[in-house]
Structure formats: structure tokens, C-alpha cells
């Protein structure tokens, strides 16, 4: 893997993405960063940068996980058929049970070795916003919402690709002129495109104000049902300025207290630029 070490402590950083600027560990920016290379070598690209700058760390090739043997020991056909047997068992066994192993296995807890492993601190968007993350976030860029898109500027979006227990996005907004950018209109916005989508039922929050970054924020902290059959737990929180609009929406299992700390913390890292 690359890393890029940083000049204040000498830690190693995963370099993942173009956006790491700081240090995971003691915050400092690293003075070797992509946006630094940058200024120097305006034609160059990240591959080029990681192959100049990146430090190489050879990785030790991992142990095989049970599932792993399972499936070279039957082959994937025939692990195919035990999990769908398996999913036919628990279907068979109660609608509603069996509908919340199947949910349970697509949405598991998180791992808790991320309350204690470094975590990827990035400045992304346009109007930029610092967050720190126990994984990867790439662009997600989806259409607006037909009623919203004529309202809108400029729009970008931010998401982890892999759920592995907690949903993580940061989406941020520039209205038209002639636009309010209502903080409290934020927050009802918000509510209701969650309510609106096909997954959600039984939502339920509170919306406490709070200071972020010296701005005025709304933060809204609740519960929903997730595919009728697994209650999920939420953080989203809104920030506006002027045009801008700033939302961090994480998502994660409510019976899962470290998902809880974990997701706090994410909360407490934004930094508005």
C-alpha cells in the first residue's frame, strides 16, 4: 500500500485519495500532499504523484477467514445453496423473524477495532468540509429531487461504497440568489426525503441547535425502521451559510453501541472551511 508520511510526527498515512491533506493522527497537513504536488505539477495525476511521492509498505498477505475455507472447501456453488438455504430456513422459521436475520446479515454491526484504528481525515467539495471517517468516502452524485433541482446551484455528494454497518454522507448545496437557505427549512427538508424513501417507516427525532465551526447548526438525532424488519439509529446534521448548505447524514444499527460512539465521533470531526 502507499502511505505519505508526514512531517510533523512521521506518521504513516493511507494514501487512498487525492483528498488527504491532514495527518490522522497529531492533524497536522502534510507538507508532501497531493494538493502541495499539485502547484508544481499541474499536468501531473494521482497515479503519478503516489509513484513520486508514496512510500510503498509491502502488506502481509492475510489469513484466510472461516468463509473463506468454507468456500474452497465446497466451492461456491455449493455455498450458494447453503445460504440459500440457510435464508429459506429463517423464512420458513417467521415471516418477521426471518426477515430480520436476512436484514441483520446485510446490515451487521460495525467492527470494533474502528473505535481504536487511525482514521482518514480528508477536505473535500467545493465548499469545503473536513471530516474524519473510519472509512474511504467517494463521490456519490445522484439527481436531485424534482422539486429541489430548479432551486439548486451546484451540487455534490459524498458516501462510503461499502456498508460494512454504518452509512456515512456528506452532501453539500449552493441555492440560486433568489433562494432562502433556511436552516430550520434545512432540517424539515431533510426529515422529509427521509420519510419519503421506500426503506423508511416509523421515523422518529429530536433536533437540538448547536455551534459547529462558529456557525449555526441543527442537528437531528432519532430512529427509523429499516425494511420493516431492523431499527436503525441516525445522526444528520445541517450547517448553512449564506448559499451554501452542508448536510452529514450517518446511519447505523441502534443496537450497536460502538456503531453509536463511532458515529458521534464522525459528528464531532466536521470542520467547515
Excluded at 499539485?38 to 509513484?51: I, L
Excluded at 509498505?57 to 472447501?73: A, C, D, L, Q
Excluded at 468540509?129 to 455528494?157: C, F, R, W
Excluded at 432519532?222 to 452542508?246: I, P
Amino acid at each position: 500500500m502507499i502511505y505519505l508520511k508526514c512531517n510533523s510526527c512521521a506518521h504513516h498515512n493511507p494514501s487512498r485519495s487525492e483528498f488527504l491533506t491532514f495527518c490522522e493522527k497529531c492533524g497536522k497537513k502534510i507538507e508532501s500532499c497531493f494538493s502541495n504536488w499539485k502547484q508544481k505539477r499541474p499536468d501531473g495525476n494521482f497515479e503519478e504523484f503516489q509513484q513520486e511521492v508514496g512510500i510503498y509498505v509491502k502488506e502481509e498477505e492475510p489469513r484466510e477467514s472461516f468463509k473463506e475455507r468454507y468456500i474452497k472447501y465446497v466451492g461456491r456453488r455449493g455455498a450458494l445453496v447453503s445460504l440459500i438455504l440457510v435464508i429459506g430456513l429463517a423464512a420458513v422459521a417467521g415471516g418477521y423473524f426471518g426477515k430480520r436475520m436476512v436484514v441483520s446479515i446485510i446490515y451487521p454491526k460495525i467492527n470494533k477495532s474502528w473505535l481504536y484504528s487511525a482514521w482518514e481525515t480528508v477536505v473535500i467539495g467545493r465548499q469545503a468540509v473536513e471530516i474524519s471517517t473510519p472509512m474511504h468516502l467517494g463521490v456519490n452524485d445522484q439527481p436531485l429531487a424534482p422539486e429541489l433541482a430548479p432551486l439548486v446551484e451546484y451540487t455534490k455528494s459524498y458516501r462510503n461504497r461499502s456498508e460494512e454497518g454504518m452509512q456515512v454522507m456528506v452532501n453539500m448545496f449552493s441555492f440560486r440568489n433568489n433562494i432562502s437557505n433556511d436552516l430550520e427549512l434545512a432540517a424539515t427538508t431533510a426529515a422529509n426525503g427521509m420519510q419519503k424513501e421506500d426503506d423508511v417507516s416509523d421515523l422518529k427525532y429530536t433536533t437540538s441547535h448547536i455551534t459547529q465551526s462558529g456557525m449555526d447548526a441543527l442537528l437531528l438525532q432519532g430512529t427509523f425502521n429499516y425494511k420493516g424488519a431492523l431499527h436503525l439509529s441516525f445522526y444528520d446534521l445541517l450547517v448553512t451559510r449564506g448559499q451554501h448548505r452542508w448536510e452529514v447524514a450517518v446511519r447505523y444499527r441502534e443496537d450497536d453501541k460502538n456503531a453509536s460512539t463511532a458515529a458521534l465521533r464522525i459528528i464531532k470531526s466536521i470542520h467547515i472551511k
